[in-house]
């Protein structure tokens, strides 16, 4: 079983920045993928970033591209999610996901991915 623990959450200002962590409780480099998802109220859960930890190779959603940069740190076991120019829009609680079951790292389904965190919460305002 593996841990993932999200931080870095918190409220900004249209136009601000913050910089998602999530830390596993194994070395990232035995799993495939790492990935970032998020869950606004009334919504679905969608997946907004993704890494496959091997080939470092990133995937985004539309709505975040250009402003959203997902990262790793295999020595710390760490998975980063900077976040740029951030919009009302983008306040969601933030999930990190780790380990796709099918290989492929942009996700058809949630239970694609094996492990989940708790969430870290992001509120941007106007």
């Known amino acids: 079983q593996v841990q993932l623990v999200e931080s870095g959450g918190g409220s900004v200002q249209a136009g601000g920045s913050l910089r998602l962590s999530c830390v596993a409780s194994?070395?990232?480099?035995?799993?495939?993928?790492m990935g970032w998802f998020r869950q606004a109220p009334g919504n679905e859960r969608e997946e907004v970033a993704a890494?496959?930890?091997?080939?470092?190779?990133?995937l985004y959603a539309d709505s975040v591209k250009g402003r959203f940069t997902i990262s790793q740190d295999s020595a710390k076991n760490t998975v980063y999610q900077q976040m740029n120019s951030l919009q009302p829009e983008d306040t969601a609680m933030y999930y990190c996901?780790?380990?796709?079951?099918?290989?492929?790292?942009?996700?058809?389904?949630?239970?694609?991915?094996?492990?989940w965190g708790q969430g870290t919460q992001v509120t941007v305002s106007s």
């Open positions: 996901a780790a380990d796709s079951k099918s290989g492929y790292c942009w996700a058809s389904d949630l239970g694609d991915y094996a492990y």
């Open positions: 194994a070395y990232t480099g035995s799993m495939n993928c």
């Open positions: 890494i496959y930890t091997h080939s470092g190779s990133t």
